[in-house]
């Protein structure tokens, strides 16, 4: 799929958490010297002011999210289908102004793949726009490709090319931008500009970086959370709700087929994350390996951004 993350800026960062959770009041934490009288951060107290980062982990790790809301991303999306955008404008504590179709002409429109699609091209090696391209000129699919995944490649070109058609043929006869739009597909591109805070952005992956959630919606969860780390690495302290909260609320649908490909199910793997149901069953979280986690998130990350 074809979706971008441009512009990103991030408003306030760890010092401003760290600053405002001192002015609602923070304890000291254990000083490492054990109490030697010369030490320049408890001066043999024991006891020291917490770093600006301590500060912050601990509002993570223990979710004291109000303070998290004076970060802010604010940022473009591009090339994510119309149908998808439903799904994001589901997260309601966020800001966004969306591409208007009643005002912008959407003639010659860029549109995306579904999975199933994607997984026919990249099991055969065919490319991508190479597809595109055939669709929209109404050539004939590789002749070598088994019948029924030729027949879901034509099927799903003769749609957009139809689609892109009448949207055109409806501008022509005057029909105007506000009714052409009726037209288009679910798959058609639209853009966002979006913002959002910490507290609900650590929301949204936890619910998006899932294998439970589609696979645009992942795409976008996965490259939105390599930009955001680019510029705000402390983001690596969140993942998916089951490693957020230790515990995965998907209970027994982790087991269904949905939750088929989730990596952190298998009792006897370093990343086993229990599930609530679970861990009220006594089966706890007992050999969680931090590195093993981190392998298989970049190998996550890289998946569903498409890159591997
Ligand atoms: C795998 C998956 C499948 C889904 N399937 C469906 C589906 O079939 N149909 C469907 O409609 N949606 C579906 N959703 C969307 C889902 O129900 C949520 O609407 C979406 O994920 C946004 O989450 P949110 O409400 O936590 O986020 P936000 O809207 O950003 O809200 C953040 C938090 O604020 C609080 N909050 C926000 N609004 C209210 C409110 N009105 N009352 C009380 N508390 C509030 C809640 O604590 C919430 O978690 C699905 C989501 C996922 C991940
Ligand atoms: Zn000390």
Redesign the pocket.
């Known amino acids: 799929m074809d979706i971008k993350i441009e512009n990103l800026r991030v408003f306030n960062g760890v010092s401003f958490v760290a600053h405002s959770a001192r002015v609602s009041g923070v304890g000291r934490v254990p000083c490492e010297c054990g109490s030697r009288e010369d030490c320049e951060r408890c001066a043999g107290s024991g006891m020291r002011e917490p770093t600006d980062e301590e500060i912050f982990s601990m509002i993570v790790e223990n979710d004291y999210s109000s303070a998290l809301e004076h970060v802010v991303f604010s940022f473009e999306i591009r090339g994510l289908s119309k149908g998808n955008a439903l799904e994001l404008l ?5 800001s966004h102004t969306g591409r208007s179709t009643r005002y912008q002409s959407e003639e010659g429109f860029d549109f995306n793949l579904p999975p199933r699609v994607e997984e026919i091209l990249r099991k055969r090696g065919i490319d991508e726009q190479e597809y595109k391209a055939l669709a929209l000129s109404d050539a004939p699919m590789p002749e070598q490709l088994p019948k029924q995944e030729r027949k879901i490649l034509e099927e799903y070109a003769r749609a957009m090319r139809t689609s892109r058609e009448a949207y055109s043929a409806l501008l022509e006869l005057g029909a105007g931008k506000e009714s052409a739009r009726y037209a288009t597909p679910f798959a058609m591109h639209t853009a966002y500009t979006y913002t959002i805070n910490l507290r ?1 952005l650590i ?1 949204f992956f936890g ?2 970086l899932c294998v ?2 589609s696979p645009e919606m992942r795409e976008l969860a996965a490259k939105l959370y390599m930009a955001v780390r680019e510029k705000f690495p402390q983001i690596s302290l969140v993942w998916c709700r089951g490693y957020n909260y230790a515990a995965c609320p998907e209970n027994e649908v982790r087991d269904s087929p949905q939750g088929r490909e989730c990596p952190f199910k298998d009792r006897n793997s370093r990343v086993f994350i229990p599930t609530r149901k679970q861990i009220r069953e006594g089966i706890a979280l007992e050999k969680f390996d931090q590195q093993a986690f981190e392998k298989v998130r970049e190998k996550l990350l890289r998946r569903w951004a498409g890159k591997s």
Request: net charge positive; hydrophobic share 35%; proline share 0%.
């Open positions: 589901e997260h309601r504590i966020a609900s929301n619910l998006r439970r959630a």
